[in-house]
């Protein structure tokens, strides 16, 4: 039994004349138990890409990867489609041989017998290995699409090349980014979670895979609804400035709009398994006078045609300051862990740029915002970065030995969001 | 199957107007254009019917409401000067923040806009106010040297002395320093490093409104704001009109220069 509850957080008092209504919405889904459905359930496809790039061979890394790759092909549920792909300087099938094989237990073991045989050599070619997957998704259409991708080194694609690839997989399959060690590109993987609805993440060593691996395929295989919509109605003559996942990690999806009519949009989620997700709306809506109200959005999840749930964003104007300026402690939070992102992405880049004072203030606001969200996870790997001297004032000095493994962690978990702590 | 709603559009849903969002359902009072004095949703601890009727004069103060060291709307400490750091409430007349009385800065309204202009801006709503949509401000925030020297804190001048610029959105810019204790974030928050300590966390209010004037007013900050050479700080409570490149001056080192944003 599907059942998705909306829950709506925002200040509904706007200033004489004000326009900008900041909503969050709550989504809490229940899918029931997927693989004890009946009837026509969207099927589920996996693809596990692996590098197999010349790089994977120092230390234990192909070990663990091909070690990973089995545990996942173990995870993966009886009856659902799956491929293993070995990434090179292009890509190659390694199971089955050509399309989807479909899970069981003879399937699950041809499968281990050739990850078992992999051997490293060759380039990094991200974009290619992708389209691979794309190509093998399009063949069942309906289904739950998911991909795990795990590299070690940097894609030595051209820019326009894989921009266009990413481009070509976006809406076809949602795809969940690893980069073991510290030799790959944060912000390469991070294109690929944020264009394929999916997340990123640093194994900090090649004996973490297996368990990581284990993790999402668990996640995936969880999932009972492939392709949800977040549809948002606005009143005429409002402009929405932004739409944006901001839990369990930040995503932009302002830009992923597909109107449906002048005052309707639709924006992609991916599938959903039993889980809570926030999105917070920023809409400019046109003024009512003093005391008048309106409908500033309606905001909605839909499965196909079938409307899973609806919030409401209902305000009024007033001319009481103490109502208009007051401040909704949830929009507040996430608001803070968006900003929270950009401070810690900005102090990288500006670290790494040789401008310390740039990197100095934007990991100071970092801590602060993290102290005051009580993001402990964050504050720990800031830590690793820069010494705090005062969280609250944002007061921090540079370490002058940073691990590259700590910053790429604190890069890579940037973008994921703790829920906020009310009383 | 559709209703009418009261600004005469025909709407599918029937609770909020499809088309503009205005309430149609009897149990939704106050249609867009029809204020009402009391919003029943107002949460506030004491709120009670207006019963006024006088459409700019709130329900307020709740009555009853508790008179103390705390503020009566958001229960922030007083901090001993007249009004509340916090929601600017005035404690000696009860009042919230003087609505600011207009003054006629430019009685002619900026040239006819181009939207062209405000596109410019991002955070620059193009139905914000509905005459000179295109007349908006910028603020540029930066340390100011003459005036820290001046000032005799006893903290350290910003080095590097950044400086930003905030674009003024929507019709009201609160300055001040961001607390999350007391559900405040001013747009322009001088809490962001260089953080000045000596601006209040409620310092004041810049008010933008759709025909292109821009005024100030201090909140009651704890250390006052200046304007231009002005050796005296503006009274609290009071909009004091300003003009394209005039200079705020408040906290130990803040200097906001607003400009047109054309």
């Not at chain 1, 999916?198 to 995936?220: H, K, N, W």
């Not at chain 1, 369990?248 to 989620?269: C, F, G, K, N």
């Not at chain 1, 991916?270 to 309106?294: F, L, Q, T």
């Not at chain 2, 958001?74 to 003087?98: H, K, N, V, W």
């Amino acid at each position: 039994m599907v059942s998705f509850t909306s829950e709506v957080h925002l200040n509904p008092h706007l200033p004489e004349e004000g326009t900008q209504v900041d909503v969050v919405v709550t989504v809490t889904a229940d899918v029931g138990v997927p693989g004890a459905r009946t009837g026509a359930g969207p099927d589920a496809v996996e693809v596990i890409l692996l590098d197999c790039s010349g790089s994977m061979g120092g230390g234990r890394k192909m070990e663990e990867a091909r070690r990973a790759a089995a545990v996942a092909v173990d995870t993966l549920r009886d009856g659902v489609s799956f491929a293993v792909v070995q990434g090179e300087s292009d890509s190659t099938m390694v199971y089955p041989r050509k399309g989807l094989a479909v899970v069981s237990d003879q399937t699950r073991r041809e499968a281990k017998s050739r990850i078992s045989r992999l051997k490293p050599g060759g380039g990094t070619a991200i974009g290619a290995w992708l389209l691979t997957a794309r190509g093998l998704m399009l063949t069942a259409p309906g289904a739950i699409h998911h991909a795990i991708l795990l590299t070690d080194g940097q894609n030595g694609e051209r820019p326009p090349a894989f921009a266009k690839a990413l481009a070509a997989c976006e809406g076809v399959f949602q795809c969940d980014a690893r980069g073991v060690g510290a030799d790959w590109n944060v912000d390469e993987l991070r294109k690929v979670s944020t264009a394929l609805l999916g997340s990123v993440a640093l194994l900090r060593s090649p004996a973490d895979i297996a368990e990581d691996f284990r993790t999402i395929i668990q996640t995936v295989m969880d999932r009972g609804l492939s392709d949800v919509r977040l549809r948002v109605w606005a009143p005429r003559g409002s402009t929405v400035r932004f739409v944006r996942q901001v839990s369990p990690q930040i995503e932009d999806l302002t830009h992923r709009a597909v109107a449906v009519s002048d005052l309707v949009h639709d924006y992609p989620t991916g599938a959903w398994g039993s889980e809570v997700r926030n999105y917070h709306v920023c809409i400019d809506v046109p003024p009512a006078p003093v005391g008048g109200r309106r409908l500033a959005a309606r905001i909605s999840l839909l499965d196909g045609e079938e409307t899973l749930s609806t919030a409401k964003a209902e305000v009024t104007w007033t001319d009481d300051l103490a109502e208009s300026t007051r401040i909704n402690p949830v929009v507040a939070h996430w608001t803070g862990q968006s900003e929270l992102a950009s401070a810690i992405q900005d102090g990288i880049r500006a670290r790494q740029a040789g401008d310390e004072d740039t990197a100095a203030t934007a990991l100071g606001l970092a801590a602060r915002l993290a102290a005051e969200s009580g993001d402990v996870d964050t504050l720990r790997r800031l830590e690793k970065v820069v010494d705090i001297v005062d969280a609250p004032t944002g007061h921090v000095t540079l370490r002058r030995e940073v691990d590259r493994l700590d910053e790429m962690d604190l890069d890579a978990s940037s973008t994921r969001t703790v829920t906020p702590k009310l009383p | 199957m559709t209703v009418l709603c009261p600004e005469g559009h025909e709407s599918t849903a029937e609770d909020w107007c499809d088309i503009c969002g205005s309430p149609i359902a009897p149990d939704l009072p106050g249609a867009v254009g029809s204020p009402t004095p009391n919003d029943s949703a107002s949460g506030l601890p004491g709120a009670v019917d207006g019963g006024v009727g006088v459409l700019t004069q709130p329900a307020w103060p709740p009555a009853g409401a508790p008179s103390g060291p705390a503020c009566p709307v958001c229960a922030e400490p007083r901090s001993g000067s007249r009004y509340c750091e916090a929601c600017a409430y005035d404690f000696d007349t009860g009042a919230p923040l003087a609505a600011p009385t207009p003054e006629p800065l430019q009685p002619a309204p900026p040239t006819p806009s181009s939207s062209a202009s405000s596109a410019s801006a991002a955070s620059v709503s193009p139905t914000a106010g509905s005459g000179g949509a295109g007349a908006g401000w910028v603020a540029e925030v930066c340390p100011d040297r003459a005036f820290f020297d001046r000032n005799d804190d006893e903290v350290e001048f910003p080095d590097p002395p950044t400086s930003r610029l905030v674009v003024l959105s929507g019709e009201r810019t609160l300055i001040g320093r961001r607390s999350p204790r007391r559900d405040l974030r001013p747009e322009i928050d001088l809490s962001v490093a260089p953080e000045d300590r000596g601006a209040s966390r409620a310092h004041a209010f810049l008010d933008h409104t759709g025909d292109g004037r821009l005024t100030v007013t201090d909140l009651g900050s704890a250390n006052g704001t200046w304007i231009g050479d002005d050796p005296d700080p503006i009274s609290p409570g009071r909009s004091v009109p300003l003009v394209d490149g005039d200079r705020l001056y408040l906290g130990s080192f803040t200097r906001i220069t607003v400009r047109r944003s054309h």
